[in-house]
T-cell receptor, first 111, second 113 residues
Framework: KAGVTQTPRYLIKTRGQQVTLSCSPI?????VSWYQQTPGQGLQFLFE???????NKGNFPGRFSGRQFSNSRSEMNVSTLELGDSALYLCASSLDGDTQYFGPGTRLTVL | GENVEQHPSTLSVQEGDSAVIKCTYSDSASNYFPWYKQELGKGPQLIID?????GEKKDQRIAVTLNKTAKHFSLHITETQPEDSAVYFCAGPAAGGNNRLAFGKGNQVVVIP
């Protein structure tokens, strides 16, 4: 069974731009969670989608948004990028909401 | 805020020795505690997990113990090898419930050949 895939793997953007990241979960998994990972803050939870509905949300500003499609694939969007948004963005899929399997991440650099 | 704490931040061990990483949590209702290993340039990989109905679980050189009274759980790696060098994250219940995980800040384990 294929693992979690994320595209693109690397992105370079400038301040003020917006970006969309994509995640394909493990086949059969309906839960997709997104995390931001930075050296200082560790893994910070962004949001979770389950069956196309946002089920949980972390403490990030409204510039961070997401969605999930009927095939469970998920996207997250960050608008009006700031330098502090530079991070590794990780997606994790889950069958039941607790055992989570991570993708390789998307490394976003904001210049 | 999140309620999983992880100490120490860096652990160096000689190859062949054991490494132990401990995490504490505050929500006594929690029942699921996974450990992840993250190598450079990769996403975290689930290596072992434990549920609150057992006190210990082993998988080859890796074991996890859970002390519900003291609210801490530990990862034990025996006979460490260079490929065990990585960052290890524990996870537990996020503060406020809602059935999601909170992650510790991670421990860098360095195995010295």
């Amino acid at each position: 069974k294929a693992g979690v895939t994320q595209t693109p793997r690397y992105l370079i953007k400038t301040r003020g731009q917006q970006v969309t990241l994509s995640c394909s979960p493990i086949s059969g998994h309906r839960s997709v969670s997104w995390y931001q990972q930075t050296p200082g803050q560790g893994l910070q939870f962004l949001f979770e989608y389950f069956s196309e509905t946002q089920r949980n949300k972390g403490n990030f500003p409204g510039r961070f948004s997401g969605r999930q499609f009927s095939n469970s694939r998920s996207e997250m969007n960050v608008s009006t990028l700031e330098l502090g948004d530079s991070a590794l963005y990780l997606c994790a899929s889950s069958l039941d909401g607790d055992t989570q399997y991570f993708g390789p991440g998307t490394r976003l650099t904001v210049l | 805020g999140e309620n999983v704490e992880q100490h120490p931040s860096t652990l160096s061990v000689q190859e062949g020795d054991s490494a132990v990483i401990k995490c504490t949590y505050s929500d006594s209702a929690s029942n699921y505690f996974p450990w992840y290993k993250q190598e450079l340039g990769k996403g975290p990989q689930l290596i072992i997990d434990i549920r609150s109905n057992v006190g210990e679980k082993k998988d080859q050189r890796i074991a996890v113990t859970l002390n519900k009274t003291a609210k801490h759980f530990s990862l034990h790696i025996t006979e460490t090898q260079p490929e065990d060098s990585a960052v290890y994250f524990c996870a537990g219940p996020a503060a406020g419930g809602n059935n999601r995980l909170a992650f510790g800040k991670g421990n860098q384990v360095v195995v010295i050949p």
